[in-house]
Structure formats: C-alpha cells, structure tokens
C-alpha cells in the first residue's frame, strides 16, 4: 500500500514539475532579429533550406550502422580466442553471415558507389 502511494506521489511531482517547467520556459515576444539565422553577424546569404546529396546520406547511414556492428562484434573476438563456446562460434557466424549478406545487398543496389 505503502509503495503505491508513494509512486503516485513521484508522478504528481513529475507531472507538476513538468507544467511549471514548461511554464517558466516559454517563449515571450518573437522579433524579427531572434526568428532570423545566425551567421556570424552578416545578413544570411542564401537559404538555410539547402538541398544536400541523398547519396551522402545513404553512406553516412550505412557507416554508423556498420560502425554499431563492429562494436557488436567486439565480444565475439574475445570469445574466439577465449571462450571457445559452440553456441558463441555459431551465433557470432550467423551475425556475420547476416552482415555481409546485407553488404552484398547494398552492393548489388548500388548504394555503395559514390559516383553513378
């Protein structure tokens, strides 16, 4: 019982810190100098909107996620040389398998290539 009211009790005082915080940090009195771009003190030159290369993004895509995989791949090293475990030696080969099936994949899309 003890420990039902005092989890109400937290979530009223999250709730209500949560309103006063929003409260408090409320915009007031938009001019025309804070809703323009910054840049370095000269007029903008140009549109803040411009376009970037979709193919830039696909790859920077493609590298944190190859990135996040190489750490997840770092314990598998370890039991390779360590553990020796059946189990980890066919899991870690079945990650493996799955990364570079979708490897050939993006190569066979063509993602991969800069140019084309």
């Known amino acids: ?11 009223i005082v999250c709730c209500l810190f949560t309103g006063l915080f929003m409260m408090l940090s ?6 025309r100098e804070k ?9 903008p030159i140009g549109s ?10 696909l790859v920077a895509v493609l590298f944190v996620v190859f990135d996040v995989e190489v750490v997840l791949l770092m314990p598998s090293a370890y039991m390779f040389f360590y553990g ?3 189990l980890g030696i066919l899991s870690s080969s ?3 398998l ?7 994949h993006e190569y066979r899309e063509g993602s991969l ?3 084309g």
């Not at 409320?26 to 001019?31: I, M, V």
């Not at 809703?35 to 007029?43: I, K, L, M, V």
């Open 1 to 11: 019982m003890v420990m039902g009211l005092s989890v109400v009790f937290v979530c």
């Open 26 to 31: 409320e915009k007031r009195g938009l001019d």
């Open 35 to 43: 809703c323009s771009p910054y840049e370095c003190g000269f007029e």
């Open 48 to 57: 803040a909107r411009s376009p970037f290369s979709i193919r830039f993004f």
């Open 84 to 86: 020796k475990s059946v």
């Open 94 to 96: 079945g990650f493996l």
């Open 98 to 104: 799955i990364l570079f099936v979708g490897l050939y």
């Open 113 to 115: 290539e800069w140019v």
